[in-house]
């Protein structure tokens, strides 16, 4: 069975920070790379940061130096610390492989960031 869980998202000021949190079944996970993404209202969905199982990462230009994602592999976890939140990072946050393996997303999590 495949599943993604995300969780961790919320309501905080510009400036703030948040963490989220993906629990991914092992089928998706034993994928060498996890990524999280977002989607915000009326835009398409981007791929903010991924990372290997060496946990070798990657970041868009628009979140380099404020997220970090990092994974736990025994507990087939993903996690993306968020800090200095803009406006701008408004979105709903998925996690999932890259490249997508499955043709399956989780409910995802909202971040809002208030200016």
């Known amino acids: 069975q495949v599943q993604l869980v995300e969780s961790g998202g919320g309501l905080v000021q510009a400036g703030g920070s948040l963490r989220l949190s993906c629990a991914a079944s092992a089928n998706i996970f034993s994928f060498n790379t996890m990524g999280w993404y977002r989607q915000a209202p009326g835009k398409q969905r981007e791929l903010v940061a991924r990372i290997t199982s060496g946990s070798i990462t990657n970041y868009a230009d628009s979140v380099k130096g404020r997220f970090t994602i990092s994974r736990v592999n025994a507990k087939n976890t993903v996690y993306l610390q968020m800090n200095s939140l803009k406006p701008e990072d408004t979105a709903v946050y998925y996690c999932?492989?890259?490249?997508?393996?499955?043709?399956?997303w989780g409910q995802g999590t909202q971040v809002t960031v208030s200016s």
């Open positions: 999932n492989s890259v490249p997508i393996a499955y043709d399956y």
